[in-house]
Nanobody, 124 residues
Framework: QVQLVESGGGVVQAGDSLRLSCAAS????????MGWFRQAPGKEREFVAA?????????DISASVKDRFTIFKDIDKRMVYLQMNNLKPDDTGIYYC????????????????WGQGTQVTVGS
């Protein structure tokens, strides 16, 4: 059974940084990628970033955060991280870790497995 556990959320001020972590277990050896999504209050969940497990340099980052957020991985530890710099109040929301098995679904940002989420709150 796939289990994704996020950590690292919190309450910060605008301009601060946070690093989110996601511990993955139970993933298929063929699982293609891990990603991060977020959901702001009253809004739909949106894609943030993703990274392929086995293909170096294969990353997908939303244009809205590309200049401030970085995604990286530790394959041995089965961990994925989201480094968020220069946070803004609009970055407030629940951040979810997700995993996708197929490359075709990765391209469409359609993920198969989800964590419970971690709250990020950015004050102005």
């Amino acid at each position: 059974q796939v289990q994704l556990v996020e950590s690292g959320g919190g309450v910060v001020q605008a301009g601060d940084s946070l690093r989110l972590s996601c511990a993955a277990s139970g993933l298929s050896t063929h699982s293609h990628a891990m990603g991060w999504f977020r959901q702001a209050p009253g809004k739909e969940r949106e894609f943030v970033a993703a990274i392929a497990w086995r293909t170096a340099g294969m990353e997908d980052i939303s244009a809205s955060v590309k200049d401030r957020f970085t995604i990286f991985k530790d394959i041995d530890k089965r961990m994925v991280y989201l480094q968020m710099n220069n946070l803004k109040p609009d970055d407030t929301g629940i951040y979810y870790c997700a995993a996708v098995d197929l490359f075709s679904d990765y391209l469409q940002r359609k993920y198969d497995h989800w964590g419970q989420g971690t709250q990020v709150t950015v004050g102005s």
